[in-house]
């Protein structure tokens, strides 16, 4: 039976990430997370030869591995977290209930094509009656609860003033891939400051991102610089909040971009996002093989419905998007209401941060 190899998955994804490959069997998922050997090495031994498939994180690098591949003729995968996550961080090691699986580049990554921006391209969306009907649908939703990539911030009603535009400048994670392919190394900082350039007149609000809020991850700016280029920084709020509240999003590459034109928004990059370039964005930077312009209902197909796998929060068996959605609306109501839930929470939160930090610190 076909057996496939993984490469880059940190040993806490393991049990996390095979509900999504429902096509092997669960023996034939074989882990490559070598100490003292190489890569290769260790998946040659564990038996990888020209009828597997290979799987690799992200946009990490493997260059034996993949040069193997190509003299085989192995076919490689590239997979990452989908658009609709979790309640609670991926850097906190909170489990995932989507993925995306590509075969021909990874979203974030523009300088070469992606299976999500092959659909985006060229897919025949009238060709199915019902995925354009369940679009507008899974929209409607998605901004009714509020559902984001990760869903565990506070809700709150913001107030802004009326006689001036509001902008909101979403902060990213300054080392996160998207910002190298996409955005040649921006900075948050550069964010701001072009962003005030740009819109001298708008009340402009600047969002950190949670991953670096949290500690986990760097970007952080702070607050007193932040406060030269913006109006206001606020933190520990949805992003579902925030959208409701603003007119425009300014951003390099984040997918609050995306989910910002889901609630009308106007929506700035200053970066090659995914949906940048599509006919729906104001974009800063261009892609040439982007040539279509695309309904929203057609980005929201593309992005949530042909592209991602999904497992259900209760089952952990493969589902619907909109499964993962009303059960990740029970868990953030169970937070909001429980305290004792939100303490667990909070306790999971910080006990994942600082055994990662002494892990570090070991390695």
């Known amino acids: 039976m076909q057996k496939a190899y993984f490469f880059g998955f940190s040993r806490w994804k393991h049990g ?19 100490i003292f050997s190489k890569h290769l090495a260790l998946a040659l031994k564990k038996g990888l030869d020209k009828d597997a498939h290979i799987y690799i994180w992200g946009r990490k690098s493997f260059e034996e591995v993949e040069h193997f591949a190509q003299e085989n003729g ?10 609709i996550r979790s309640v609670g961080l991926g850097s906190d090691l909170t489990q995932p209930y989507s993925q995306v699986v590509d075969k021909r580049g990874i979203y974030f990554d523009p300088t070469q094509e992606s299976d999500l921006e092959h659909y985006l391209e060229f897919y025949d969306f009238e060709s199915d009656n019902s995925l354009i009907p369940r679009a507008k649908k899974l929209q409607e939703q998605i901004v009714k609860e509020k559902i984001s990539k990760y869903n565990a911030e506070s809700a709150k009603e913001l107030h802004f003033p009326d006689d001036k535009r509001v ?32 819109h001298p007149d708008t009340y402009l609000i600047f969002k950190p991102h949670p991953d670096v809020l949290s500690g986990n991850r760097v970007g952080n700016v702070a607050q007193e610089v932040a406060l030269k280029y913006c109006d206001e920084v606020i933190t520990d709020i949805g992003i579902g909040d925030v ?8 951003t390099m590459t984040s997918l609050t971009g995306f989910e910002g034109l889901l609630y009308g928004k106007k929506v700035y990059t200053y970066g090659l996002p995914f949906y940048a370039g599509w006919g729906l964005t104001e974009d800063a930077q261009q892609c040439s093989r982007r040539t279509r312009t695309l309904k929203i209902e057609e980005l929201i197909a593309a992005t949530y419905l042909l592209y ?11 589902c619907e998007v909109e499964v993962v959605i009303e059960e990740l609306k029970e868990q953030k109501v169970a937070l909001e209401e429980s305290a004792f839930l939100r303490m667990q929470f909070k306790i999971y939160s910080w006990s994942s941060r600082v055994l990662q930090k002494l892990l570090s610190l070991v390695g």
């Open 167 to 198: 902008g909101v400048v979403i902060g990213q994670v300054e080392d996160d891939a998207s910002i190298a392919y996409g955005a040649n190394g921006m900075t948050n900082e550069a964010l701001l400051q072009e962003v005030r350039k740009k």
């Open 16 to 34: 996390f990430i095979k509900p999504f490959f429902y096509e092997y069997e669960s023996q034939n998922l074989i882990f490559i997370n070598p």
């Open 74 to 83: 192995i076919e490689i995968f590239r997979v990452e977290d989908g658009f």
């Open 243 to 250: 959208l409701s509240a603003v007119d425009e999003v300014h």
């Open 308 to 318: 991602p796998r999904y497992i259900s929060p209760k089952t952990k068996e493969l």
